[in-house]
């Protein structure tokens, strides 16, 4: 069988879109779906049937993925020792899974340091969704990932940052005076942030405090925080705590300790353990960690740019 049809089937199994697959390939649409054609003349089924978003593969595609994507490892390792992977002349799209905090925290120097070490390479960053980085990190469809998820063992970390979270609210607030007992935390209206990648890990925290009512309101950003949180005057928020350093000295922001149980949070740095293109990954690997290591992130740039005259 030609190895070009080997590459094209891996591509379309790991993306599960023709779109996607002849974007990573570099080749036209149509000549995916004329690989995937002579695929299914060869191997006498669909492998693929169209879903709403894609493609879906069938059992027998399911079958002869990991031994197909085995043998491609194998075959491009020997050619990576053959040809060193150069990032001055690559033009390879990497793939980066962030959450919001992350992007804003460590994409400046990533960024940086991808242009200085590989100036025509280019990067995407994904949306964090922790539900879906197993499967994304397995198929090839994004390279690393930071996350404070704990993913399965077959899947290789780095620890980059260790983090602590602290309750904010207004200097106006009727708590800001008093002592943060887990008594007053739960009578508190709580505003939540649904991007925040430890968002579980703080609602652990929550189900192990009895009776810990849900968030009276819900946001997508921590940008989102500041303005609100000094206008309502009544409102808490629990967060990372380089946010909440950062805005208590730009915001008429108090800070104070969470009483739950809820030891410091972990952001580790995920890769596959076997990619197909391992000096690509490698290097993009080795890129990334230098980058997000050396620095301890810009985190509190995430202080919104709304004047504290225009959220009163």
Not at 121 to 130: G, K, M, N, Q, T
Not at 146 to 166: D, H, M, Q, S
Not at 177 to 185: E, H, K, L
């Amino acid at each position: 069988m030609d190895m070009n049809l080997v590459r094209v089937f891996v591509t379309i199994y790991e993306t599960q879109n023709l779109t996607a697959a002849s974007e990573r390939l570099f080749v036209t649409q149509s000549a995916v779906s004329q690989a995937l054609a002579r695929l299914r003349d060869e191997l006498h089924d669909p492998l693929f049937e169209r879903t709403g978003r894609g493609v879906r593969p069938t059992s027998v595609a399911d079958a002869i993925f990991p031994r197909f994507r085995e043998s491609l490892g194998g075959i491009d390792r020997v050619l990576d020792n053959v040809r060193a992977f150069d990032p001055m002349t690559t033009e390879r799209t990497f793939r980066l899974a962030l959450s919001e905090l992350g992007e804003i925290g460590w994409l400046p120097r990533i960024f940086d340091t991808m242009h200085a070490q590989a100036p025509n390479a280019r990067v995407e960053v994904v949306h964090l969704e922790s539900e879906e980085l197993p499967r994304w990190l397995s198929r090839g469809t994004v390279d690393l990932a930071i996350t404070a998820a704990n993913l399965p063992t077959e899947f290789e970390r780095t620890l980059v940052k260790v983090e602590g979270y602290r309750v904010v609210m207004s200097a106006s607030n009727p708590l800001a005076d008093q002592a943060m007992t887990q008594d007053a935390y739960r009578r508190a209206p709580r505003v939540a942030v649904g991007g925040d990648s430890g968002a579980e890990l703080l609602e652990a925290a929550h189900r192990r405090a009895d009776a810990m009512p849900e968030p009276l309101l819900s946001v997508q950003h921590f940008a989102t925080l500041p303005a609100l949180l000094v206008r309502s005057g009544d409102l808490i928020a629990t967060i990372p705590e380089t946010i909440a350093a950062g805005w208590s000295a730009s915001w008429p922001i108090v800070v104070k300790d969470v009483p739950l149980d809820m030891p410091p949070i972990e952001l580790n740095l995920y890769h596959r353990s076997a990619p197909h293109h391992a000096s690509d990954v490698d290097w993009f690997l080795t890129a990334v960690s230098d980058a997000v290591t050396a620095t301890p992130g810009e985190f509190s740039a995430i202080h919104g740019e709304v004047s504290v005259q225009a959220a009163e």
